[in-house]
């Protein structure tokens, strides 16, 4: 079985202060994580995945994610946050070489972002 | 939320009524999925297709069914079955069956509001 674990449900941060939002996965075998951001009462937008390779993964609006096998994390981050940036983020993971089966998702994490 | 549309945006029925959630993509994505979200639960899974004329539950297809004659088009339909349905359902689509490290695309979404 695979799951995914996002561990705060809110996460505040003042703007232009670094933000991490965080991620820890169970999977039988090699993961593909990825975050996907919502806006309300949208659907979701993809930001970044890690397939393999680099465990520093870039992505879209800055953002960029660090897999770290040992701790079977994939923590979201950015340098320095937006108002913007205030939304639902969510964490999710597919087993490698599984097929394109469903991504399994996190309940997710509210980010607030304060002028 | 790139090719795939939802129809309607905002739906309302009444209790003991079926009835059927459009979704489209023009993305010649070949497998589609449907969530449900509820606040604080995440997304959960209901139904997914891989190919044409073929389709799997989910962890929640319990009170739903879909079908799936046109690649194009996924649609669901929540029954009378369903206890609880009101929630924002959304669609989403990848490119391949059968190969892993695709991100799915998402639709916009439909509230389904039961009165």
């Known amino acids: 079985a695979q799951s995914v674990a996002q561990p705060e449900d809110q996460v505040n941060v003042a703007e232009g202060n670094p933000l991490t939002v965080k991620c820890t996965y169970s999977?039988?075998?090699?993961?593909?994580l990825f975050w996907y951001v919502q806006y309300p009462n949208r659907g979701l937008q993809f930001l970044l995945k890690y397939i393999t390779g680099d465990n520093l993964v870039k992505g879209s609006y800055g953002f960029e994610a660090e897999f770290n096998k040992s701790q079977t994390s994939f923590h979201l981050k950015k340098p320095s946050a937006l108002v913007s940036d205030s939304a639902l983020y969510f964490c999710?993971?597919?087993?490698?070489?599984?097929?394109?089966?469903?991504?399994?998702f996190g309940k997710g994490t509210r980010l607030s972002v304060i002028a | 939320d790139g090719g795939i549309t939802q129809s309607p945006k905002y739906l309302f029925r009444k209790e003991g009524q079926n009835v059927t959630l459009s979704c489209e993509q023009n993305l010649n994505h070949d497998a589609m999925y449907w969530y449900r979200q509820d606040p604080g639960q995440g997304l959960r899974l209901i139904y997914y297709?891989?190919?044409?004329?073929?389709?799997q539950k989910g962890d929640i297809a319990e009170g739903y069914s879909v079908s799936r004659e046109k690649k194009e088009s996924f649609p669901l339909t929540v029954t009378s079955a369903q206890k609880n349905p009101t929630a924002f359902y959304l669609c989403a689509s990848t490119i391949r069956s059968g190969a892993g490290p695709d991100e799915q695309f998402f639709g916009p979404g439909t509230r389904l509001t039961v009165l």
């Open positions: 297709s891989q190919i044409v004329n073929d389709f």
């Open positions: 999710a993971v597919r087993v490698a070489n599984s097929g394109n089966t469903p991504l399994v």
């Open positions: 999977v039988s075998g090699n993961p593909y």
